[in-house]
């Protein structure tokens, strides 16, 4: 052992035989070595302790927490709901009986994440073994682009999610959706109209219903999937589906382009039916004809031919200036500016008013308004609504169209329906204000009580000049063009209307006809207004094609079969007492 070594040894010895502090070695320095140890263990399991309480502090917080979220509602405690809460609802379409028109259905649309795509030529080719219909080249580009979500087909059926899940594609995937679905198919497509693919209001009811706000509520988000209170339209579904069967038949039976019609409460202004032809299946609009997005009733324009002869002969007789038992001298042709005026069927003598209604005559009816003078005949078409936008719920409503300064032309081509284009709705409601005691009544698509027509009817003509029009439309019914609407027991009274068709502004040379037929059942206590139009029809009953050959039994047809579906009781004998009784 080397000097150094020995020198450390002796000192290493030295300092624990004193204590290592000078002082002799004892039990003193052991005492206060195990007292800095027991110390030392309380303090660590002190702290030991103290943790165990945070930890199970906190693990009871939790605990609480997941218990209070699972007793809450979702919508209470997440800004983002689950995934049935980020369907769109829509609320149901019923009828005025509660049956419906249109409701929302469960689906599922497939899309694929392309960052998640092994073989995007293979990931195709299974696809097309389910959905042949899908575009190679498109569906090629959303598999391998940079997105992370790309939709491949909307609204499948489930027998197509079954058969794609078979599949097994890594990348691609189902979200639920809801699909609009329309049971009673084409029957009233222009009332209730349909939804794009985001089950979003495109035309008719439906877009009716997200013009009150749906639609703005669906943009920021504020949607669920609670049940919605059904909208209640007022039309009958019975009366709807028969009305559109005879519209579809008489069509097809007179070789029309289109035909149309119309159901009115007199009373109330509600549309009970409504339906113009060709038109779509609202289940698959794109499939629809060209022509059958047209509703006709409410969105077209036409020159109603001698069915605007009731508002001339109307506004004449409440005028003062012209009475029941006045005669005008329809004799000869009226000439005017280089247009000579004369009647279709002439008796070339002088007319009573209700044989110039009965007949129809372009001169006596002229000779009317020139009594009364043309800007009171102006005033008065107004008054009617012919001549303005039509105020209803249905967002499909065109405006008529008139001259830009009434002339003498004008007024004399007018009193008789040529010169002034308007939809058939408005010439329905025209016509059911002059036959429910004078009170205008803007149509409505939504139930409406007596009451509540009461309280925003307007008087246009007064009751007398009701009274008188619908003796007018009775006489005309039984002894005039209306004979073929007649249908025994309900009293039938109305106007036919055969106009020469306007195409591009011009009257066409081909001898088509734009034919109409306004009427009123029962006539003696009005309760319904039933218009039909059938546009370049090429035959009618008799062979002939005026608007008593077509268009009026397409009227007696309509109340033949809706009359009771309506409430209306036939009536029989002088006093309507008698019973009609088949052996």
Not at 121 to 147: F, G, H, I, N
Not at 322 to 340: Q, Y
Request: with cysteine; glycine share 10%.
């Amino acid at each position: 052992m080397s000097f150094l070594s020995r020198i450390m040894d002796l000192k290493s010895k030295a300092h624990f035989s004193h204590g290592g502090n000078g002082r002799p070695a004892g039990a003193t320095g052991g005492t206060a070595f195990q007292g800095h140890r027991k110390r030392s263990a309380a303090q660590a399991r002190s702290r030991v302790a103290v943790i165990m309480a945070c930890f199970g502090l906190a693990y009871c917080v939790i605990g609480g927490r997941l218990v209070q979220y699972a007793m809450t509602t979702s919508e209470a405690v997440s800004s983002i709901g689950p995934a049935d809460n980020l369907l769109a609802s829509r609320p149901d379409i019923v009828d005025r009986n509660g049956e419906i028109l249109a409701t929302d259905i469960r689906t599922v649309s497939l899309y694929a994440e392309p960052h998640k795509i092994v073989d995007a030529d293979e990931a195709l080719e299974r696809l097309q073994t389910v959905l042949p219909e899908l575009d190679p080249r498109a569906t090629y580009k959303k598999l391998t682009s940079k997105s992370r979500f790309q939709w491949l087909q909307r609204q499948l059926t489930p027998k197509q999610q079954s058969r794609i899940l078979a599949l097994g594609i890594p990348g691609v995937g189902f979200r639920p959706e809801k699909r609009r679905f329309y049971p009673s198919g084409s029957t009233a497509a222009h009332i209730v109209g349909y939804v794009n693919i985001d089950n979003r209001g495109i035309a008719g009811m439906e877009r009716y219903i997200d013009n009150q706000g749906l639609a703005d509520l669906a943009a920021i988000g504020m949607t669920s999937d609670a049940k919605m209170e059904p909208v209640r339209l007022s039309i009958d579904l019975r009366v709807q589906a028969m009305l559109h069967d005879v519209l579809v038949n008489s069509m097809q039976k007179y070789e029309a382009e289109a035909a149309g019609g119309v159901i009115l409460d007199v009373h109330t202004g509600e549309v009970l039916a409504m339906a113009s032809v060709p038109d779509y299946d609202p289940n698959n609009p794109a499939e629809s004809a060209k022509d059958g997005w047209l509703n006709r009733m409410s969105d077209g324009t036409f020159e109603m031919g001698s069915t605007f002869k009731i508002f001339t002969t109307a506004m004449a007789l409440d005028s003062g200036k012209v009475k029941l038992s006045d005669s005008f001298d329809a004799t000869n042709p009226i000439r005017i500016g280089g247009f000579t005026i004369k009647d279709f069927h002439g008796k070339r003598r002088v007319l009573t008013v209700p044989e110039i209604f009965r007949y129809s005559s372009n001169i006596g009816t002229a000779k009317m308004a020139d009594v009364v003078g043309i800007p009171a005949q102006q005033e008065f078409l107004t008054r009617l609504g012919l001549l303005t936008k039509m105020q209803t719920e249905l967002p499909e409503v065109k405006t008529p169209t008139q001259p830009r300064e009434w002339k003498k032309i004008n007024s004399i081509t007018i009193s008789f329906g040529h010169g002034v284009s308007t939809t058939p709705l408005q010439t329905a409601v025209a016509g059911a204000a002059l036959m429910n005691g004078g009170k205008y009544l803007p149509p409505t698509f939504l139930p409406r009580s007596r009451d509540e027509a009461d309280a925003i009817a307007q008087a246009v003509v007064k009751p007398r000049t009701s009274d008188e029009m619908r003796y007018l439309m009775r006489v005309n019914a039984i002894e005039g063009s209306g004979k073929r609407a007649l249908v025994p027991g309900f009293n039938v009274g109305g106007k036919t209307g055969t106009a020469d068709k306007v195409v591009n502004g011009r009257y066409v040379k081909n001898g088509l006809n734009f034919n109409a037929f306004l009427s009123a059942f029962p006539i003696d206590d009005p309760q319904y207004v039933v218009l039909t139009f059938i546009d370049a029809p090429k035959t009618g009953e008799g062979g002939g094609r005026t608007a008593g050959l077509n268009a009026a039994p397409m009227v007696g047809e309509i109340i033949r079969r809706s009359a009771a579906l309506l409430g209306v009781k036939p009536k029989f004998g002088e006093d309507g007492s008698a019973l009609l009784v088949s052996y």
